[in-house]
C-alpha cells in the first residue's frame, strides 16, 4: 500500500511570512495526525483528525497555526505569520482509528515529514 | 508536564550484544504501549506494541516488557546489529473508545558499534 505523502520535504522562510504543509494519509486511515517534532526532542501532537472532525488540538498555538482536513482525507497545515521556534520537522501520520482496542488501530504510520527553517 | 520520559537520551552497544531501551510513564490512563523507531530524514516506523493485559511481547530480535505496577516498559533487542542505529521513540496511549491520543517519549538514539 502506498504510504502517508507529505510536501514539500523542505521549507526555509523568513519570520513573519507563511507557510503550508500537505498530507495526504494511507486510503481508508480515517485518524489524521500532525505532530511538531523539534531537534532532540519527541513528537508532540498538533492536532488530531476523525474523518474531518477535529478530536484534539489542545497544542496547536491556533493564534497563529490553522488545519484542515476536507472531506475526510486530505489535509493541510498553516503556520502564519511563522516565528523562529516554529523551526522544527512537521510529521504527518495516519492510522485506522476508531475502535480497536489492541487491534492496532491506534499503530500510527508516519510520512517522512516537512522541515521548517524560519529565519 | 512530560508523561512518557526516556532518561536516557544515548545508548551505545557492541554488535552481538543486548540493547535495552527504558521508558517510563506517568499517565496510569495509558493501556497502549509502542515503540518507533526513526532513521535521519525519515519518519518514524512503528516496531512493536503491547496492550496493558499484557507484561511481555516478543516480535524476532525485539522484546518489550511492561511493568505496569512501575509504570515502566523497556525494549530489548537481541543481538543488536549495526541497522538497528536509529532513535527509538516509546509512545503510549489510553483506550478512548473511538480514538486513540498517542504521546511520544522525548527519544533514546542507539549506536550498535561493529
Known amino acids: 500500500e502506498a504510504g502517508v505523502a507529505q510536501s514539500p520535504r523542505y521549507k526555509i522562510i523568513e519570520k513573519r511570512q507563511s507557510v503550508a504543509f500537505w498530507c495526504n494519509p494511507i486510503s481508508g486511515h480515517a485518524t489524521l495526525y500532525w505532530y511538531q517534532q523539534i531537534l532532540g526532542q519527541g513528537p508532540k501532537l498538533l492536532i488530531q483528525f476523525q474523518n474531518n472532525g477535529v478530536v484534539d488540538d489542545s497544542q496547536l498555538p491556533k493564534d497563529r497555526f490553522s488545519a484542515e482536513r476536507l472531506k475526510g482525507v486530505d489535509s493541510t497545515l498553516k503556520i502564519q505569520p511563522a516565528k523562529l521556534e516554529d523551526s522544527a520537522v512537521y510529521l504527518c501520520a495516519s492510522s485506522l482509528g476508531g475502535l480497536g482496542y489492541g487491534s492496532g488501530a491506534n499503530v500510527l504510520t508516519f510520512g517522512a515529514g516537512s522541515r521548517l527553517t524560519v529565519l | 508536564d512530560q508523561q512518557v520520559k526516556q532518561n536516557s537520551p544515548s545508548l551505545s552497544v557492541q554488535e552481538g550484544r543486548i540493547s535495552i531501551l527504558n521508558c517510563d510513564y506517568t499517565?496510569?490512563?495509558?493501556?497502549?504501549f509502542l515503540w518507533y523507531k526513526k532513521y535521519p530524514a525519515e519518519g518514524p516506523t512503528f516496531l512493536i506494541s503491547?496492550?496493558?493485559?499484557?507484561d511481555k511481547n516478543e516480535d524476532g530480535r525485539f522484546t518489550v516488557f511492561l511493568n505496569k505496577s512501575a509504570k515502566h516498559l523497556s525494549l530489548h533487542i537481541v543481538p543488536s546489529q549495526p541497522g538497528d542505529s536509529a532513535v527509538y521513540f516509546c509512545?503510549?496511549?489510553?483506550?478512548?473508545?473511538?480514538?486513540?491520543?498517542?504521546?511520544f517519549g522525548t527519544g533514546t538514539k542507539l549506536q550498535v558499534i561493529p
Open positions: 499517565n496510569s490512563m495509558f493501556d497502549y
Open positions: 503491547i496492550s496493558s493485559i499484557k
Open positions: 509512545a503510549a496511549s489510553p483506550y478512548s473508545g473511538g480514538y486513540q491520543k498517542v504521546t
